[in-house]
């Protein structure tokens, strides 16, 4: 029997453009599982604010979807932050809502949602999946982001019903608050035993993948700690190993190219040039055409500095690669502990000891056919993401 409709909005482009949309389509399923319709609210970049339709719907995975524009100007982009017209005007449409959950929501626009969810006895939820400081941009667009995270997450998120967090970081924060912890899930048909790859195929040539943007592209980084993913310090490895003499690896760098690294960060040049054979920059790609490469790779690399961003948010890189059953080389950050099983579906490094825990990298891409072969069918076999896991915790908020 359904038991109403849950409104879910946020800035995430259907079906699978962002990571976002990865996240809101898998808790949607969820939340179906318990018996409630699901509409969808995000982005359409095909339209725009001057269209006369404004919205538009469609239809992915049994969800209703709607779509609203982008913004591509500071006129746009204040309308965007602070309005709630084109979410009005999709909720009108439905006259059996439950709950109206806001994802990584802009702060003014949540708080006139939540105030109409109050009015209107409809509950009022949360999806807080991060929390950046304002360490990018101009002086505008940093103080902007600022403000906006800080209401968000110091003022609104204490005053919804409840929240869905995606780390026992975020948990602990809101102690004393109706909460529960869903790290960052994906659609589960990346999980498909047609694209099984065993390890360790090409003439004994390991097989490393980075999929991402590491940093903020168009200009140097003076501090390299602000970067989202070390990308530079996984460089540093593989260039440390090869100067060992351990040369049966290959890195395939998918999301911006080897000038775009170089603009960021121009003083690697020596390091790339030397590992031009090793590592290739393959700029971007479509999601479906990373996730085959993820496919055949032996290991993802994900390498962050432990701070307070790292803390709160759970990479959708780790999910995305043990669903396909490649395990991951990470650092200790997030809540992985809960999921990484060392030596069966990854490794931990410690960048912070001496020499970034070379030795214990050199160990891993030592490992044997048969060693990583293991790996990749224990992630492949795991249910760690499956998303029956969550249905019964989703409950405890509705």
């Known amino acids: 029997m359904r038991k109403g409709t849950i409104i879910y909005i946020g800035g995430f482009e259907l079906p699978d453009k962002n990571a976002a949309a990865n996240r809101v389509m898998a808790n949607a399923k969820i939340l179906r599982k318990s018996g409630y319709s699901i509409v969808l609210i995000g982005i359409d970049k095909n339209i725009t604010f001057d269209d006369d339709i404004k919205i538009s719907k469609q239809e992915y995975e049994g969800f209703t979807c709607w779509g609203v524009p982008y913004p591509k100007n500071n006129k746009e982009w204040m309308k965007y932050l602070t309005s ?14 439950e709950a109206v959950i806001c994802y990584n929501y802009q702060s003014v626009a949540f708080e006139r949602i939540r105030r109409y969810c109050k009015k209107n006895k409809i509950k009022i939820i949360s999806d807080c999946s991060e929390w950046y400081g304002g360490n990018e941009g101009n002086i505008f667009f940093k103080t902007l982001k600022y403000l906006d995270t800080t209401i968000r997450m110091k003022v609104i998120n204490r005053k919804v019903d409840s929240l869905i967090v ?6 602990q924060y809101y102690n004393g608050k109706n909460t529960i912890v869903i790290p960052t899930l994906i659609n589960s048909k990346l999980k498909n035993h047609s694209n099984y790859v065993k390890g360790y195929e090409n003439n004994h040539i390991i097989k490393l993948i980075y999929a991402g943007v590491p940093f903020r592209l168009g200009k140097p980084l003076k501090n390299r700690k602000l970067a989202k993913d070390r990308l530079d310090l996984a460089i540093l490895l593989l260039y440390k190993s090869f100067k060992k003499g351990i040369i049966n690896f290959h890195f395939d760098i998918y999301g911006i190219t080897k000038e775009q690294y170089l ?14 054979n090793q590592i290739i920059f393959h700029g971007r790609r479509s999601n479906s055409d990373v996730q085959k490469m993820v496919n055949q790779a032996d290991f993802s690399l994900l390498i962050r500095d432990d701070n307070r961003t790292t803390k709160a948010g759970f990479p959708t890189k780790f999910t995305e690669s043990i ?22 579906n990854g490794y931990f490094l410690d960048i912070n000891k001496e020499n970034i825990d070379l030795d214990k990298f050199i160990m891993i891409l030592s490992l044997k056919q048969e060693q990583i072969e293991g790996m990749k069918e224990y992630c492949f076999n795991s249910d760690t993401f499956n998303i029956e896991n969550w249905v019964d915790d989703v409950r405890l908020i509705l």
Request: hydrophobic share 35%; with cysteine.
């Open 84 to 97: 709630t017209d084109l979410f009005s005007k999709v909720v009108s449409k439905y006259n059996d809502i």
């Open 166 to 171: 995606v780390s026992d970081y975020l948990a």
């Open 323 to 344: 669903t396909c059953g490649v395990p991951v080389i990470a650092t200790n950050t997030s809540d992985l502990q809960k999921y990484l099983v060392e030596g069966k």
């Open 263 to 276: 603009e960021v960060l121009p003083d690697d040049s020596q390091m790339l040039n030397e590992l031009e």
